[in-house]
């Protein structure tokens, strides 16, 4: 047998190989070709807006500015398209992709090597946002080459509105009033990679932060809030108004909102969930429909941004507290319930607890400590209102989640903790939640619970006692009686015939 590089085999070998290469370099070319004329068409059709701009586009160094097309690679769909170059679409859908500022072309996907691409550099779990770099998910046409991030419910939301005419795809964001209300950190736990793996923690000053790929601008600060039954609690005695934190016989609180939308590190969430990189790309692949291909063709890409709900933080008091371990914490994690919290409906806690969590949060605050609320979207154990209660018996209550996806429970809370890590949070007084799992993951993270606060008797409507009463036997934490499965049984819920209609 012949070796490599010896006698007649080793030369055919060689010619293969430079046969190969050959024909590479040719493909390559074919493909710069076809970018600059995809480009040339796009500038030709895409609408033109005086004096706007993408931001990213007037930042490039010179050194990155030569040969970079303004688009990846594309595959045609129009059809009845000619291949020899002609720039007017026949198809209806390439009509339509022309007057909403669309070429006739789909972008596919971008891969690692290819010609022009240079994602913006990015580290995560760097001690600083230099160090860090920002988080670029843009499709548009002049950032896509700088890209290093994928997905998002904004882009998803953007995108819809481009497709219906409601926005300008060469809108340029201006960030008047979007300064944060007040300064959350730095921490340590910022440059850990291990301890966020999922939201971005310099995310809310990126705009300033990153001021060479994005306008500097100025801005000023937002407060306030109230729920109807806070002035109730007034009238009660639970609340007492100071003038700082509760503001008045109305209810009125002074708070500060943080509001966060999801970035997650794959290899970080990997890790935090304990299974393969591999394994959570493909699932989310193959769960998104493969929504988002990038995830399996390019390796290189470690940030995601998941089309799914954020959360919104609530503090009371000086927010500089929170991170203070010399102070009181009190804390409630909520998770959204659309038919409680915003329409008041009594089948279950939701809203007793959150209204409990608040007056709390604001008693800790009043007291010289201080008091959080973080709410997250997670409807119906995270599978929406629809599958949110089965049956009316508390025996059954989980039945209907069951049903659909195998599990009691579809939340995960593994990366809840990575908001307490991001404003500073330690430790926590006082726990007001009776979910262990919300429980597990928190001190799993390294943060210790030093009380937790059940839901009063008193707060709890009777018609929810079949959510409660099934959770508590479930598991939640009480202090007091945990039904037996006869007395769980008898727990029964209001039904139709019970009420005039």
Not at 150 to 167: D, E, M, P, T, W
Not at 310 to 323: E, H, I, N, Q, R
Not at 414 to 420: N, S, T
Request: with cysteine; hydrophobic share 35%.
């Amino acid at each position: 047998m012949a070796t490599p590089g010896s006698g007649t085999g080793g030369e055919a070998g060689i010619a293969d190989v430079l046969q190969a290469l050959k024909a590479i370099q040719e493909s390559q070319s074919r493909l710069e070709t076809e970018f600059e004329s995809v480009s040339r068409r796009l500038d030709a059709i895409a609408p033109t807006v005086p004096g706007a701009s993408s931001g990213l586009e007037k930042k490039t160094p010179p050194q990155l500015a030569t040969r970079i097309p303004t688009t990846p690679t594309q595959i045609s769909l129009g059809a009845g398209e000619s291949d020899a170059g002609s720039t007017t679409p026949t198809s209806k859908e390439a009509v339509q992709a022309q007057t909403s500022g669309f070429t006739s072309r789909i972008i596919l996907t971008t891969y690692p090597k290819q010609t022009g691409i240079d994602p913006l550099p990015l580290r995560w779990g760097a001690p600083d946002a230099t160090g860090r770099g920002p988080v670029v998910v843009s499709r548009s046409s002049s950032t896509i080459r700088r890209r290093n991030a994928h997905g998002g419910s904004y882009s998803i939301y953007f995108a819809l509105a481009l497709a219906s005419k409601q926005l300008n795809a060469n809108h340029r964001p201006d960030f008047t009033n979007t300064e944060p209300a007040v300064n959350i950190g730095p921490f340590p736990q910022w440059g850990d990679k291990k301890k966020i793996v999922a939201m971005d923690p310099w995310g809310h000053l990126a705009p300033w932060l990153f001021s060479d790929v994005m306008e500097k601008e100025n801005s000023k600060r937002r407060p306030a809030g109230c729920l109807p039954e806070l002035e109730e609690s007034v009238r009660s005695g639970r609340l007492v108004p100071d003038g700082k934190v509760c503001l008045n016989e109305m209810g009125e609180l002074a708070v500060t909102k943080f509001a966060v939308e999801p970035v997650w590190y794959l290899p970080g969430v990997a890790e935090r969930f304990g299974i393969d990189e591999g394994v959570l790309r493909r699932s989310l692949f193959e769960h998104t429909g493969g929504s988002y291909p990038e995830l399996i063709t390019r390796g290189d890409i470690k940030v995601f941004l998941p089309p799914i709900g954020g959360l919104t933080v609530y503090c009371f008091g000086d927010p500089a507290k929170m991170s203070d371990e010399k102070c009181r914490l009190a804390l409630r994690v909520h998770d959204e319930c659309n038919g409680s919290d915003v329409f008041g409906s009594d089948i279950c806690t939701c809203r007793p607890y959150l209204i409990f969590g608040i007056e709390e949060a604001v008693k800790e605050a009043q007291n010289g400590g201080s008091g959080v609320v973080i709410y997250f979207r997670k409807e119906g154990r995270a599978l929406g209102e629809v599958t949110k209660r089965g049956e009316d018996r508390a025996s059954d209550y989980f039945k209907r989640t069951e049903n659909i996806a195998g599990v009691k429970d579809m939340r995960f809370q593994a990366l809840m903790p990575d908001i307490l890590h991001w404003l500073g949070i330690k430790k926590i007084d006082r726990m007001l939640s009776m979910s262990n799992m919300k429980y597990d993951a928190i001190v799993g993270q390294g943060i210790p619970i030093h009380e937790r606060v059940e839901l009063p008797e008193d707060l709890i409507p009777a018609d929810s006692r079949v959510e409660i009463d099934a959770k508590i036997t479930a598991g939640y934490f009480t202090t007091g009686h945990r039904m037996t499965a006869d007395e769980l049984s008898a727990v029964q819920g209001r039904i139709w015939e019970d009420i005039d209609h």
